[in-house]
Every structure is written in structure tokens, then in C-alpha cells.
């Protein structure tokens, strides 16, 4: 009997499915992102470059450098917490100043460390933790020195009724999967309370 069989089989085998999973953003700070607001994201990935060599008439293909790719999270914009609100303030933590402010001598710039804070005001560690049924740790992707990269409002419309999203492009420089078996799966509710 071949593993296909053997897994589809037995009835204590689950798959990861595509609706168990709790990203946290910005843990630390009051501009935090409650982990309810986030309605999508794209599990992190990467790509790894090539070089390539030739001789005579072959060409030989060596591994190159990894890059991270950049993560898609589509955000509910919520009233209370005020998350567009809280977005903002977040760019102007990581040391973004209006043009208005420079004015008055404030000629601060946007800095990775401004972002990348967990302890202040930035977007701090960034967490996407897949779940199983009962509710324990499968894995946690962290990811680290994350910023936003782009921020997208969404669209007002008198023709629609959805609610309003807000679609973002975190930029890190890499992650780590941690194996939540490995872990000692920790039971996630506490977590959602908090």
C-alpha cells in the first residue's frame, strides 16, 4: 500500500488548511494591528539566483544568493481599533515627517531601525502562526526586520457595501519556520485574549 493511501486513510491525518492561521503585527505598541483585522497573507517564500559557467559546450548552473520574497496582507480597516489611523502613525514612528513639519525645524527621515523596533513605536516582530484543530502551534513563520513597503487604502464607492480593506506589501530580510512539534505546540488561545 502505497503513503498516499496510507495518509488519506487514516481518519487522525490532517492536512494544513488554507483558514487556521494568526499573524500578529506589532505585538509591542499601541498602534498594534489586531490579529482579527487581518483577513489575508501570503505565507513568506523565496527565490535563489544562479550563476552560470561555461565550457567547450556546456554550461554548468552553481546556486547564486537567496532573496526574500516581498509578503501581501490584506487588512479590514476597522474603526475601532482605527487601523488606517494606525498605519499612519507607524510610518511617522518609523521617523517619517511631513512637509508641513520640516518647516518648524523637524528634519527627521524614515529609518529601518524606526521600523523594525520591537521595543518602540515601529512595526516590530512579525509572526504568521498555522494552527490544527485543536487549536495548537503547528509552525510560526518570523519574520525579521520587517517594513511596510507599500500601503494601499482601498476605494470608497456609494455602489458597494463590503467592507473597507486595506492592502499591504511587507518587505523583511529573511524568516525562520519554526516547527511547532518541535516547539512543544503551545496552545494559541491565550494568545487571542491577550
Not at 496510507?6 to 492536512?15: C, I, S
Not at 487601523?83 to 518609523?94: C, D, H, K, M, R
Request: glycine content about 6%.
Amino acid at each position: 500500500m502505497s503513503k498516499a493511501t496510507l495518509f488519506w486513510a487514516n481518519p487522525g491525518t490532517e492536512p494544513k488548511r488554507a483558514y487556521r492561521w494568526i499573524m500578529r503585527l506589532n505585538i509591542n505598541n499601541e498602534n498594534a494591528l489586531d490579529e482579527f483585522l487581518v483577513k489575508k497573507v501570503t505565507r513568506p517564500g523565496w527565490s535563489l539566483s544562479e550563476t552560470e559557467h561555461q565550457f567547450l559546450n556546456h554550461t554548468f548552473y552553481y546556486p547564486g544568493r537567496i532573496t526574500y520574497d516581498e509578503m501581501s496582507v490584506t487588512l479590514v480597516d476597522s474603526i475601532t481599533p482605527n487601523a488606517a489611523v494606525n498605519i499612519q502613525n507607524l510610518l511617522v514612528s518609523s521617523g517619517y515627517v511631513t512637509p508641513d513639519a520640516v518647516g518648524s525645524g523637524d528634519f527627521r527621515t524614515i529609518s529601518k531601525a524606526g521600523w523594525v523596533s520591537d521595543t518602540g513605536a515601529g512595526l516590530g516582530r512579525v509572526e504568521v502562526v498555522q494552527i490544527d484543530p485543536d487549536n495548537k502551534e503547528l509552525e510560526t513563520w518570523t519574520l525579521f526586520n520587517t517594513w511596510i513597503k507599500k500601503c494601499d487604502l482601498g476605494e470608497l464607492n456609494y455602489e458597494e457595501d463590503a467592507l473597507l480593506n486595506i492592502e499591504l506589501t511587507l518587505r523583511y530580510d529573511y524568516f525562520k519556520i519554526g516547527d511547532g512539534a518541535k516547539l512543544r505546540r503551545r496552545d494559541i488561545a491565550p494568545l487571542l485574549r491577550a
